[in-house]
C-alpha cells in the first residue's frame, strides 16, 4: 500500500489543492498551510483575509507544540466615539438573521501575514517563492464561484459592495456574481507576489502600512502607522488538558475558545457514555446542557478575568467544575466568518491554522485589493460593549486550532469557523472521535446542535422522538433548521490511526475538501 506524504483538509477546492501542490514537491505540513491559508485569501476572500487575524497550532512530530497568535490586536489609542465609521448591518444566513458592525471604526491591527512569515521563518523548508507558486498560478487564472463562496459572497453583499473597490469584484453589471462566475483579484495578487520574494516589512512598516494609517485617518478609523510598527506575533504553549483517556492541546488565553472547548468537555466527562448513545436523548441532553453552563462560566468567569493570570485557576477550581458537573447530571434525571486549514505530514506533523476577517469592514487597503477586518464590531469578541476594548491589547478570540492525541499514537487535527458557535462545533467533533468512535467523516458531517440566546438551534439529522425528550429551562426554545449550515461551524480534520495511516474530512457545511497526496 502506497504512503501518504500527507493529507490535507479545508474550506474549498482550491484551498486544499494549493496545500497538497506543495506536500507533492516534498514540503511539510507547515509549508502546506502557509500555502493553503494564502489561497484561502483569494479563493475565500468574503469570509478570510489578509487584513484579519488568526492562531495556527504547529504539533511538531517528537518536539513541542506551539501556538502562533497573529490574531488581531487593538490600536494604540482611540478616537472619539462621534468620529468613527462605525454602524450596523444586518447578515441573513437564511434561517436566522444576525448583526454585525462595519466601517473603519471596526477596524484592529491585522495579523495574517506576520504570523505566516513567522510560521514559514521557525518552521518552512523551502523558500517562500515556491510556497507561494500555486497560489499565485491560481489567482492569474481567476476564481470561479461554486455553490458554497456564492452563498457566502451573497450574504456578505451589503459589506463586501460598500465601497466601489468591493463593487468592481463583487459585482458584474451592477448585479451579484451567479454560479460559475470568475473574479479576479489582480491587486492581491501583485501584493501576495511582492510580499512572497520582500517579506511582510512593507505591509507593517513600508508604503502598505502608511496607505492603511491614511485611510483610517482620513475616514473614521483607529488605525495609525505605529500600530502596524509595533505589531508582533506571539508564541504560546497550547493549553493542555486531558478529555477521558484523550491528550487535548488548544489555543490557551486570552484566547476564549479554547479553554471555553475545554470547559465544555469536561462538564461532559462527568457523563458515561457508550457508543450507542450518540444522537440519543442522554447525549443530546448533556450536550445541550453543557453548551449552557459554558456559555453561562464565559459571562460571570471568563470575560472579567480575560487577562487575568490566574484565569484558568479560575475557570477549572475543582470544587466549581464537580458543582456544575453535578448541574449537568441533574438536567439528564430530568427526561460562527471564519475558514480553517488542517494538515497531516507523513512525518506526523500537524498544522492546525484558523484565520477569519470577521465580516469585513467594508474597506480595502489602497492598491492591494485586501479588505480590513471588523473585529472592533465583531459583538461575540466584544463582550463588554463596543467601544469599551483597551487600548495596544491582544483581543480574545474563539478560534481554536486543535490537536487530540490517544494513547495508541492515533491523532486529531481540527478547527473551526464560526463565531460563537466554534466552541460547541469543535467539542462536538471531539466527542464524535473520543466517546463514540464515529468513522472519520462522520465525526466531522454528522448534525450538530448549539444552544444561544434562548434557542437550541439543531441542524436536521437527529431523531425527533430523542429530541422531543430533551428538557430545557424556562424560556429556552427549540429552533430548527432545514438544512445543515456554515451558521454551525466549518470544521476540517485530518487523522493518523495507530498504524501511521493518514485520513481527512471535510466539513460540507463549507464545502469542505480533502486531498490525499501520495
Request: charged share 20%; proline share 4%; net charge negative.
Amino acid at each position: 500500500m502506497k504512503k501518504y506524504k500527507g493529507v490535507i483538509s479545508a474550506g474549498d477546492k482550491l484551498t486544499s489543492e494549493a496545500g497538497a501542490e506543495i506536500l507533492k514537491a516534498g514540503g511539510n505540513a507547515f509549508d502546506a498551510a502557509i500555502a493553503a491559508t494564502f489561497m484561502s485569501f483569494a479563493a475565500s476572500s468574503s469570509i478570510t483575509s489578509a487584513g484579519g487575524g488568526g492562531f495556527l497550532l504547529a504539533h511538531q512530530a517528537n518536539s513541542l507544540s506551539l501556538i502562533y497568535d497573529f490574531f488581531v490586536h487593538t490600536p494604540k489609542s482611540k478616537r472619539k466615539t462621534d468620529d468613527l465609521d462605525f454602524y450596523p448591518v444586518d447578515v441573513d444566513f437564511g434561517d436566522k438573521m444576525q448583526e454585525f458592525h462595519v466601517g473603519l471604526g471596526s477596524v484592529a491591527t491585522p495579523g495574517n501575514i506576520a504570523g505566516l512569515f513567522e510560521v514559514y521563518q521557525d518552521l518552512g523548508s523551502m523558500p517562500m517563492s515556491e510556497i507561494m507558486a500555486p497560489v499565485l498560478d491560481r489567482m492569474k487564472k481567476g476564481i470561479e464561484l461554486h455553490k458554497q463562496t456564492k452563498y457566502q459572497i451573497d450574504i456578505l453583499t451589503p459589506i463586501l459592495t460598500i465601497t466601489e473597490q468591493g463593487k468592481l469584484i463583487y459585482l458584474n453589471n451592477q448585479k451579484p456574481l451567479a454560479i460559475g462566475d470568475t473574479y479576479f483579484l489582480p491587486q492581491m495578487l501583485d501584493t501576495f507576489d511582492y510580499l512572497a520574494r520582500s517579506g511582510p516589512e512593507e505591509f507593517y512598516e513600508g508604503e502598505i502600512a502608511q496607505r492603511i494609517s491614511t485611510l483610517c485617518n482620513d475616514n473614521g478609523g483607529n488605525l495609525t502607522y505605529e500600530d502596524f510598527k509595533s505589531y508582533r506575533v506571539m508564541k504560546r504553549k497550547p493549553l493542555a488538558m486531558n478529555y477521558r483517556d484523550a491528550k487535548i492541546l488548544t489555543n490557551p488565553p486570552p484566547n476564549s475558545g479554547g479553554p471555553l472547548i475545554i470547559f465544555l468537555l469536561k462538564m461532559m466527562e462527568g457523563v458515561s457514555f457508550e457508543k450507542s448513545d450518540y444522537g440519543k436523548a442522554k447525549h443530546l441532553q448533556a450536550l445541550a446542557e453543557a453548551i449552557r453552563l459554558t456559555g453561562l462560566t464565559r459571562i460571570e468567569r471568563f470575560e472579567k478575568n480575560v487577562y487575568a493570570n490566574n484565569i484558568l485557576e479560575h475557570i477549572f477550581d475543582p470544587e466549581f467544575v464537580t458543582t456544575l458537573q453535578q448541574t449537568l447530571q441533574n438536567s439528564l434525571h430530568k427526561s460562527g466568518n471564519t475558514t480553517h486549514v488542517s494538515v497531516i505530514d507523513q512525518k506526523g506533523n500537524v498544522a492546525a491554522c484558523t484565520t477569519s476577517v470577521g465580516e469585513g469592514c467594508g474597506y480595502f487597503i489602497p492598491g492591494t485589493g485586501v479588505m480590513l477586518n471588523n473585529m472592533l464590531g465583531e459583538e461575540d469578541i466584544n463582550k463588554q460593549g463596543f467601544h469599551k476594548w483597551e487600548e495596544n491589547t491582544r483581543m480574545s478570540s474563539m478560534m481554536s486550532p486543535t490537536v487530540v492525541l490517544l494513547p495508541k499514537g492515533e491523532k486529531m487535527g481540527l478547527g473551526s469557523g464560526g463565531s460563537n458557535r466554534i466552541r460547541s462545533a469543535i467539542s462536538q467533533t471531539i466527542m464524535n472521535y473520543v466517546d463514540f468512535q464515529l468513522q472519520f467523516d462522520d465525526v466531522v458531517n454528522n448534525p450538530r446542535i448549539h444552544l444561544e440566546n434562548d434557542h437550541l438551534d439543531v441542524e436536521p439529522g437527529f431523531r425527533i422522538e430523542e429530541l422531543d425528550k430533551i428538557k430545557l429551562p424556562p424560556g429556552v426554545e427549540k429552533f430548527y433548521w432545514n438544512d445543515q449550515n456554515m451558521y454551525f461551524g466549518g470544521t476540517h480534520a485530518v487523522f493518523m490511526d495507530a498504524q501511521g495511516r493518514l485520513e481527512g474530512a471535510g466539513d460540507r457545511r463549507r464545502v469542505g475538501h480533502v486531498i490525499k497526496v501520495y
